[in-house]
């Protein structure tokens, strides 16, 4: 008679177990998780962690209901759910993302569906502006690609007609003779001259990210928050606070350090100047937030993880009629700007496989750059 085998005393972890069979949830872009009738979190998949910037093992545990602002629908819907009334149910709801006030709250289409198993249930939450953002993303970088060889085109037919230009107001300075009109035709041989000089400068600062080679080594993208506040606040001394709220568990990746000190600068000399009349009453702030991101799309391509580092400011806003074309060449908000910061921050973050986005409203304008993790 054959002997059966010991039953153990200490069966495999079932909680485990079920991690093991919801790790494909990890490969969605979507926010998922698995949760018992009463809103339990059984699973919860890295958009989750990312959206909510916990671990994994602190939203799991937790109950669902607590990350909606209206419960009712949730309860009704797992409710009939888990009792086989529907096989699925889909309703919109909001959500809360954390503690803080204007930026937690997160409209999205929620999806409650069935499993194999009677005693849990999928639970897969939309977030409405998702696919928006999506396409605008790509339609920014189409765009930002094609304007990019149009300027570098266009600055190099300018380029030669200039020193044409430059070199005979020089010459016909030199063939002057001394009459009464001199002193006129010399000033204004001068301000061909220094017309001339000054776009020759515009055009070299158009063709700068293509002209200087990338010098790659390792970078902590927290070194370079720190070396651009201390320049920042040299310029501001009063009047601006400089927030940092950095997630020390970022990896070193490979980039042009001083590339990347350049296009942070960028964004926030620009967001300190839009500050002024904050500046002078002594409530701005400026806030370098990095984050680590996971299963990020970055111009149609996929990167298991990302760094987000946000600068955000308490300022107007960025004007209503160029928001969209904030990356474009020659576009400024400001009296006097040239309109090229935005654009060549957004041409160093490219070279790094990166992007660079802007979520703006009066209050609050949050400059969001996206780069891939090794």
Not at 268 to 281: D, K
Request: with cysteine.
């Amino acid at each position: 008679m054959k002997t059966p085998a010991p039953v153990s005393r200490n069966p495999p972890d079932a909680h485990n177990a079920h991690n093991a069979q919801y790790a494909c949830f990890d490969l969605l872009a979507t926010l998922v998780a698995v949760v018992r009738a009463d809103g339990t979190c059984e699973f919860a998949n890295t958009a989750v962690e990312t959206l909510f910037n916990l671990p994994r093992r602190a939203v799991q545990g937790s109950n669902l209901l607590e990350w909606f602002i209206d419960t009712g629908r949730v309860v009704e819907a797992l409710e009939e759910v888990s009792r086989n009334a529907f096989s699925s149910s889909r309703f919109d709801a909001t959500i809360r993302r954390g503690p803080r006030t204007h930026d937690d709250l997160l409209p999205v289409h929620v999806i409650v569906s069935q499993t194999d198993d009677p005693q849990r249930l999928v639970i897969e939450l939309i977030e409405n502006a998702q696919q928006t953002r999506q396409d605008r993303e790509e339609r920014n970088l189409d765009q930002v690609h094609a304007t990019k060889e149009l300027t570098r085109n266009l600055a190099h037919e300018i380029k030669n007609p200039l020193g044409g230009i430059r070199g005979a107001a020089q010459l016909l300075a030199l063939e002057l003779q001394p009459t009464d009109l001199w002193p006129e035709l010399e000033e204004y041989t001068e301000v061909i001259i220094h017309e001339a000089d000054r776009l020759q400068s515009l055009v070299d600062r158009l063709l700068a990210p293509h002209r200087r080679a990338q010098v790659v080594g390792d970078v902590n993208i927290h070194e370079v928050c720190e070396r651009v506040r201390s320049l920042v606040l040299a310029q501001y001394p009063r009047g601006l606070t400089m927030i940092r709220d950095y997630d020390i568990s970022l990896p070193d990746f490979r980039g042009d350090r001083e590339q990347l000190i350049q296009a942070v600068l960028n964004i926030v000399q620009n967001a300190a100047q839009a500050l002024h009349e904050r500046i002078h009453a002594g409530d701005a702030f400026i806030a370098l937030r990095t984050r680590v991101a996971r299963q990020v799309t970055i111009g149609k391509q996929r990167w298991r993880l990302a760094l987000e580092l946000h600068i955000e400011d308490n300022g107007p806003g960025v004007p209503e009629e160029i928001k969209d074309r904030i990356f474009f060449p020659l576009v400024s908000g400001r009296d006097g700007g040239s309109g090229l910061g935005l654009t060549l921050a957004q041409t160093i973050a490219q070279q790094h496989q990166g992007m660079i986005d802007c979520d703006s409203q009066p209050g609050r304008t949050d400059f969001r750059i996206t780069l891939p993790l090794p």
